[in-house]
């Protein structure tokens, strides 16, 4: 049953997601001649120069890429892409035309991005895409998987931005890059997560004292075991996670009982286990 329910919140997941791109494309991209690449990028120029609705390029140029997708990753990483595929396709020609963002640029790319961002990482979660250079940066993946997704999209992107620059203009296509970065940066927040913490190392004399008044912050501390290079001295290192917030009352913990300690802080992206988020 549980199972089940997880089905029923992907597909559902990647209905909205793919809804979500379709507004950012046909009503905030479109209406603007903002090309950010992919084929809506693609299906925005042969709207210009062809008078082609958004829909039916979106639906006619993935046709090879479902056939490759489905020859490299089988049916099973299909059917994701075909429902994401038809919910995009389905919300260009359903929605309904609202240009609110009128020429102003900036906003067009910065909130395009940030709202498509969202709608492409939901579906990635979900492990779809919406076709296109979408399906393809997701079979790149496969064979490269040191880059991320985003970032590969963001290559193949550049290509159609630059096709894109021929028709609306080298001002068009440097706002587009702007889009095609905050994209990036939102999906890969949404696909990392977005529970950011601290994490901090302390090197102390007084390990026990601080130690112990972090525990009483209701945080747990776990001490490595240390050595210095030059020195060749051993000495325990501290290691909390904290919230944001919590790391400035652990650098004043620490100022107070040691003022000579040595500290690090780093940022943590996510933090899954007891006290921050569930498995």
Known sequence: MGEKKTVVRDYCLIVLGAFIVGFAIKN???PQGLVTGGVSGLA??????AGIPLWVTNLVVNVPLFLLSLKINGWKFLKKVVVAETAMTVALAVLPEWAFLKDDLLLTALFGGIISGIGTGMMLLCHATTGGTDTMAALIHTRLKHYSIARILQVLDA???LAGATVFGIQYAFYAIIAVMALGKTTDSIIEGMHFA???YIISDHKEEIAAGIM???RGVTVIDAKGAYTGERKDMLLCVVSKKE???VKELVAQIDPRAFVIVNDVREVLGEGFMEH
Do not use: R
């Not at 925005?44 to 120069?49: A, Q, R, S, V």
């Open 28 to 30: 905030i991209y479109d």
């Open 44 to 49: 925005i120029i042969l709207k210009e120069k």
């Open 159 to 161: 290509g159609v931005v």
């Open 247 to 249: 790391i400035v009352e």
């Open 216 to 218: 009483d912050m209701g």
């Open 198 to 200: 601290k994490a901090a």
